[in-house]
């Protein structure tokens, strides 16, 4: 986290915003792209996942994570999203009730940093593009690892904000809207290089990490949110002036057009054993 400098990260307090179901279309479009599906199953894969286990997502959102995991561990197993926000939590209910079949997943309101459960309950924790989005990421971290139970499994997956790879004219530009918007609109933006060091500081062994990229060269409806919504947040904070912020974006629309767009983000797997 950038010290000084007030955060404005809308997922650290969505239930305070003024409109959070914004955020539920959002999060349901990216978690139904394709390449993004991808990248989820072979992260699942590399973590392994047994029929019947007991898994705790922490940070659940909408559920999109929390229906697939339900899915593999099957009637036997125990599935439950947790999350601080009510709202997020009514939404991946009734999320879950629309799109899955049974075994449904639970999901119940809690904060990461205080999990309501045992030590040593669950078989898999797992948190993904959470930590991010936490004021205090390594007490949550302490808590996945206390609830999981021993030889169970610490399973995060998230991206870095500053490896946002973009096609642009004006280096300068970019450079400035995106690395602003990593210090000032993320929790922290730099959280997907700090996890590995932060697991092995917690205690876990056999500690990993799968590299794992999503490219976007068609300008899809999540990265127009994006990079209008950084456009627009440095604008509003004075990182840019609003004529910059709206050519900077009109290229990218441009681009689109006549096929070279390019977008890029990084995002890490890692694991490791309680």
Not at 55 to 81: I, N
Request: charged share 25%; proline share 5%; hydrophobic share 40%.
């Amino acid at each position: 986290m950038t010290l000084g400098k007030e955060i404005h990260d809308p997922w650290v307090h969505v239930d305070g915003l003024p409109d959070p179901g914004r955020l539920v279309p959002l999060v349901e479009e990216r978690g139904a792209d394709s390449d993004q599906a991808e990248m989820r199953r072979r992260f699942r894969d590399w973590v392994g996942l047994a029929p019947g286990a007991a898994v705790l997502e922490v940070g659940c959102g909408t559920g999109v994570w929390t229906r697939e995991l339900a899915a593999l561990a099957g009637p036997g197993g125990r599935v439950l999203g947790v999350d601080p926000s009510r709202f997020l939590v009514q939404e991946a209910r009734r999320l879950a009730c629309e799109r899955c079949a049974p075994p449904h997943p639970s999901f119940e309101v809690a904060d990461g940093a205080a999990l309501p459960f045992p030590d040593e309950s669950w078989d898999l924790v797992l948190a993904a593009t959470v930590l991010g989005h936490t004021h205090d990421p390594a007490a949550v971290l302490r808590e996945m690892v206390r609830v999981a139970r021993r030889g169970g499994r610490v399973a995060i997956f998230d991206h870095d904000w500053e490896s946002f790879l973009l096609n642009h004219s004006d280096k300068e530009l970019t450079r400035c809207i995106l690395n602003f918007t990593c210090d000032r609109r993320e929790a922290d933006g730099w959280i997907g290089r700090r996890i590995l060091g932060m697991m092995r500081q917690a205690g876990l062994g056999g500690t990993r990490c799968l590299p794992l990229a999503w490219v976007d060269a068609e300008y899809g409806g999540y990265m127009r949110h994006a990079l209008k919504s950084r456009a627009e947040f440095a604008a509003q904070h004075g990182a840019v002036t609003e004529t910059k912020a709206k050519a900077w974006v009109g290229e990218f629309e441009a681009r689109a057009r006549e096929g070279t767009f390019f977008a890029a983000i990084t995002y890490f797997g890692f694991a490791g054993t309680r």
